[in-house]
């Protein structure tokens, strides 16, 4: 049974406490084997410790399946961009560098590329994915666009993202402020601004020129 259009999954940064049980809850999805293929990142580890729960963003127009030169990543047809398959990847890591959202791991033991794939053993039968379903602070959420607006009414959910030039729909949303000016976020211009703690390009380049 697919999932309902309804259920959507959520990611909200700044709900993130950086409990690491959305890590260990992924080990358990059957589709993973006991690896997790979900990471916690720091967003400014030298002057925070604020993390953010990294996840497949499950993109309309997938560049890793794009780049794979075997055929080995397939898009289901409720949009869940799946593990590279066994039988085509060669490893040739063309997805793990293309992606814009640095997403897909090569299993060096397995000659495999792995990530998440949403637990699609549990949302293509309508349950929650096993991260979603552990979150305490529900940075990671799994549900309708009109529980997060009651529940979260002063954030509200992006899917459209630019990198440069490049414009990219996903299937996983993140929630930004309600005030945002945009509905799509411009990851490009972020790197760089200092309000988001992300300007560490601008630091280095600073630093270049001073040299």
């Not at 799509?184 to 300007?199: E, L």
Request: contains cysteine; negative net charge.
């Amino acid at each position: 049974m697919p999932v309902p259009e309804t259920l959507e999954f959520f990611v909200d940064p700044a709900r993130c406490i950086g409990c690491q049980s959305c890590v260990q809850a992924c080990t358990e999805c059957d589709t993973h084997k006991g690896q997790s293929m979900i990471q916690l990142d720091y967003i400014d580890r030298a002057g925070s410790t604020q993390t953010v729960p990294v996840v497949c963003m499950h993109c309309d127009s997938p560049t890793c399946a794009e780049v794979c030169p075997a055929d080995a990543i397939k898009r289901t047809e409720d949009g869940v961009v799946q593990t590279a398959r066994k039988p085509r990847c060669i490893a040739c890591n063309n997805c793990v560098l293309a992606c814009p959202f640095g997403v897909p791991k090569m299993n060096s033991e397995a000659s495999l590329m792995m990530k998440c794939d949403m637990c699609y053993d549990r949302t293509s039968v309508g349950l929650k994915p096993m991260c979603a379903s552990v979150c305490p602070s529900q940075a990671l959420a799994f549900g309708t666009r009109e529980e997060m607006a009651r529940m979260r009414p002063s954030a509200t959910p992006v899917n459209t993202f630019r990198f440069g030039g490049q414009t990219i729909r996903t299937k996983v949303n993140v929630m930004v402020s309600a005030d945002a000016p945009d509905n799509c976020i411009d990851v490009t211009a972020a790197m760089f601004d200092a309000s988001t703690g992300h300007d560490v390009l601008d630091d280095v380049f600073g630093e270049v020129g001073q040299e």
